[in-house]
């Protein structure tokens, strides 16, 4: 009996196996449009280029993408479609499959908030954020692998705009500037990796303005009118 239930229970595994394995692939439905599982080999070899699923011509679930390495198919990529929108939950992977970066994109758009990661490190490199036309909006910080802020910017439409900021490794502030529409517009104040100013003074559209004020060692030495590039004084 114990036998027979043996040999049954093969007998199915088998036949599904089989099923599974004949599953039909690039196939189209009555109206011409991809359906069902679909597979791309690179040019003239037996190497995968993508694989996933559609419903009627759209992408929906897990689709991997693969790259070529020592002519050998590698996963470079995942996207997880939603089948109510056009919208991916994407992540791109190093040949050892560590995760370079993730996010949502909509077509090959990125938008939202996007991670990239250090290389071969789950420690986050960069975090930024893109509005629905795939351009930088908001927020965009970098940091140090010891987790520390490099870099706080902020953008609008793709471009530098408002408070940005400049830390070394200690977490020193090294650089604090004013951007409008990607120029240098405003205040900005040097220091050095003591955290003494070594100059300040505004910008307009990317040129220096007004008076300037330049320190050493913490100290004022000298004044410069940018207007007309003219030294007022020195100490």
Do not use: C
Not at 16 to 21: D, F, K, N, Q, S
Not at 108 to 116: A, C, D, L, V
Not at 153 to 161: P, Q
Not at 183 to 210: C, F, M, P, Q
């Amino acid at each position: 009996m114990i036998k027979q239930k043996i040999k049954l229970v093969f007998f199915l595994t088998l036949i599904l196996t089989l099923g599974y394995a004949q599953e039909p692939v690039n196939q189209f439905d009555k109206d011409g449009k991809r359906h069902g599982l679909w597979t791309k080999n690179y040019h003239k070899t037996d190497q995968k280029r993508y694989e996933g699923q559609f419903v009627h011509g759209k992408e929906v679930d897990t689709f991997k993408y693969y790259t070529l390495s020592s002519g050998k198919s590698v996963l470079s990529a995942t996207k997880v479609f939603r089948l109510k929108d056009s919208l991916a939950d994407v992540k791109f992977y190093t040949s050892k499959r560590n995760v370079i970066s993730e996010g949502k994109m909509n077509g090959k758009r990125y938008i939202g908030q996007w991670i990239f990661y250090h290389k071969n490190s789950t420690a986050k490199m960069i975090v930024e954020n893109y509005n629905d036309d795939g351009n930088l909006e908001g927020d965009r910080t970098v940091f140090y692998k010891n987790e520390l802020v490099a870099e706080e910017a902020h953008y609008k439409d793709g471009k530098l705009h408002g408070e940005s900021k400049w830390f070394s490794e200690n977490n020193i502030l090294l650089r604090h500037s004013m951007y409008k529409d990607g120029s240098l517009h405003g205040k900005t104040i040097n220091y050095d990796s003591d955290g003494n100013i070594t100059s300040e003074g505004d910008y307009t559209e990317d040129r220096k303005s007004g008076i300037w004020k330049y320190y050493e060692s913490g100290k004022l030495k000298k004044e410069i009118d940018h207007t007309n590039q003219v030294v007022i004084k020195k100490y």
